[in-house]
C-alpha cells in the first residue's frame, strides 16, 4: 500500500503526517508561515558579553544572537571592522519561535538547502551526510566542490549526493552559487528588518526530501493553496512523477475527522502503550532523556518456556518502541528498561532487532547498547521538536 501524506491546516497553523495502511506514523505541527530558516537583515541593537550574545532587531522583534568564539557573520553595515557595535547590520538566519519569555532565537550562519547540497556563509568548510561515509565518495564529492565553489561557500553533501549523477550535483552546484550570489548583491541594497528569502516549510520539505525515495507516495489536502504549493513543489522533481497530489473534497466530513485524528493524536501523547499481547510500555519524556519502561502486563506465557515468552514481549515492545520515537518526534538519549531475560543470546537478538528498526528511521538513530543492568542505550538525533511541544506551541489540544 502506499505511503500517504495528508495536509491540512489548523488555527493558522499546518498539519502534515504520514499515514501508513491507516496507521498514523508521523504527525506535524507548524506555523503557516515559518520564521525557522528565513533570512533577514537584522540591526545590532545591544551586546551582552556576559550572556555571550546581542540582541538584533528584524522589524520590531527582538532577537537573540549567540556570539561564539568562532563568530564570523556576513556583514553589510559595520562600523568598526572586526569589532561587532551597535548599530552594525548583518545577515541572519531564524533558528527558533519566541517560546514563553524567551525572545527569538537566530544565528550568523545562513544557508540555501538543495536536493543534494546545502551552500553556507560564513562556514565555508566541506561536510557530508554521516551516511557518506566512503572515503571515495567523500573525495570526488569533495573534488566536485572544489572545482565548482573555489572555497568561496561551505558545503554539506546530502545523502542523496551519494548517488546521484556527477552532472546533476554539478548543476545544482552552479545553481545554488549563483543564487548565493544574487541574494548578497540584493542584500547590499535593502534595509534592515527585510526579509531576504522565506524558509521552505517543513510540509514542503517532505516533497524535496522524498524525491529520490518517495516513488508512489500520494500527497492528500483538502486546502486549495496547500494543494497549488504542493504540486508546483511536485512538478520541480521528475523522480516523483509517479506520486499523486489529490484534493479532499467531502463536503459532510472534515480531512481531520476522515483521519480520525481527535481519537489519534491523544494515543500519540498518551505515556502507556498497550501491545496485542496484552504487555505495555511507559514512554517519560524528561529534560535529561526519554525514560521507556517495558511490562509484561496482562500478557501470559501459558505452557511456552518463560525466556521465549520474555523474548517475543520484548521484540513486541522493541517494534513499538521504534514506532512511538518517529510519530512522538522524541530524540536524545533513550534508556529503555526491557524485561530481563537470562540468555545472553536473546538479549542479542532484540539488540539485533532494534538495530535493524533504527535503520529505517529516516531520522538518524543508533543503538548504543546494553548495559550490565540489562537497560538499552539508544540515541536519536534532534530534527523537530517533540510532537507535543509543537501542539502547545500552536495552542491546540485534542485532549
Known amino acids: 500500500m502506499k505511503d500517504k501524506w495528508v495536509f491540512f491546516r489548523k488555527e493558522n497553523n499546518v498539519f502534515y503526517l504520514l499515514m501508513r495502511e491507516n496507521r498514523l506514523v508521523e504527525c506535524h505541527v507548524e506555523p503557516a508561515k515559518s520564521f525557522a530558516g528565513s533570512l533577514y537583515i ?76 546545502v551552500l553556507s556563509l560564513p562556514d565555508k568548510t566541506v561536510r557530508f551526510s554521516g551516511k557518506i561515509g566512503g572515503k571515495e565518495d567523500r573525495r570526488r564529492l569533495g573534488a566536485l566542490a572544489e572545482r565548482i565553489l573555489g572555497g568561496r561557500f561551505g558545503v554539506l553533501f546530502r545523502t542523496n549526493a551519494k548517488t546521484a549523477s556527477e552532472e546533476a550535483v554539478s548543476a545544482e552546484l552552479e545553481k545554488l552559487a549563483e543564487q548565493f550570489d544574487g541574494l548578497l548583491s540584493a542584500a547590499r541594497a535593502r534595509t534592515a528588518g527585510s526579509c531576504l528569502r522565506s524558509g521552505l516549510p517543513g510540509y514542503l520539505k517532505v516533497v524535496r526530501d522524498l524525491a529520490l525515495t518517495g516513488e508512489g507516495t500520494e500527497f492528500v489536502t483538502d ?49 502507556r502503550v498497550l501491545l496485542p499481547s496484552g504487555a505495555w510500555i511507559m514512554i ?41 520515537l518517529r510519530l512522538r518526534g522524541l530524540s536524545g538519549m533513550i534508556i529503555a528498561d526491557f524485561i530481563s531475560m537470562k540468555d545472553k543470546a536473546s538479549n542479542n537478538i532484540l539488540l539485533d532487532c532494534l538495530r535493524r528498526l533504527a535503520a529505517e528511521d529516516p531520522v538518524k538513530t543508533t543503538v548504543v547498547d546494553m548495559t550490565a543492568l540489562g537497560l538499552v542505550e539508544i540515541t536519536r538525533k534532534r530534527e523537530r521538536e517533540p510532537l507535543k511541544k509543537q501542539l502547545e506551541k500552536a495552542g491546540i489540544s485534542y485532549a
Open 42 to 117: 537584522a540591526r545590532v541593537e545591544q551586546i551582552k558579553p556576559e550572556l555571550g550574545a546581542a540582541f538584533v532587531k528584524i522589524g520590531d522583534r527582538s532577537c537573540f544572537l549567540p556570539l561564539a568564539k568562532d563568530f564570523f557573520p556576513v556583514m553589510l553595515r559595520q562600523t568598526r571592522a572586526g569589532v561587532l557595535t551597535q548599530g552594525d547590520e548583518l545577515l541572519v538566519r531564524g533558528e527558533k519561535e519566541a517560546a514563553g519569555k524567551k525572545e527569538p532565537v537566530v544565528s550568523p550562519g545562513i544557508e540555501l538547502d538543495g536536493r543534494y547540497a
Open 223 to 271: 486546502d486549495e493553496a496547500l494543494f497549488r504549493e504542493l504540486s508546483e513543489q511536485l512538478s520541480l522533481y521528475p523522480e516523483l512523477a509517479g506520486a499523486q497530489c489529490r484534493k479532499y473534497e467531502d463536503p459532510l466530513l472534515s480531512l481531520e475527522s476522515c483521519l480520525r485524528l481527535p481519537v489519534l493524536i491523544p494515543k500519540a501523547l498518551s505515556p
Open 284 to 324: 517519560e519524556p524528561t529534560e535529561a532523556l526519554v525514560s521507556v519502561d517495558i511490562n509484561s502486563g496482562q500478557a501470559s506465557p501459558g505452557k511456552r518456556a518463560r525466556e521465549d515468552f520474555l523474548l517475543k514481549i520484548n521484540l513486541e515492545a522493541a517494534h513499538a518502541l521504534m514506532e512511538q
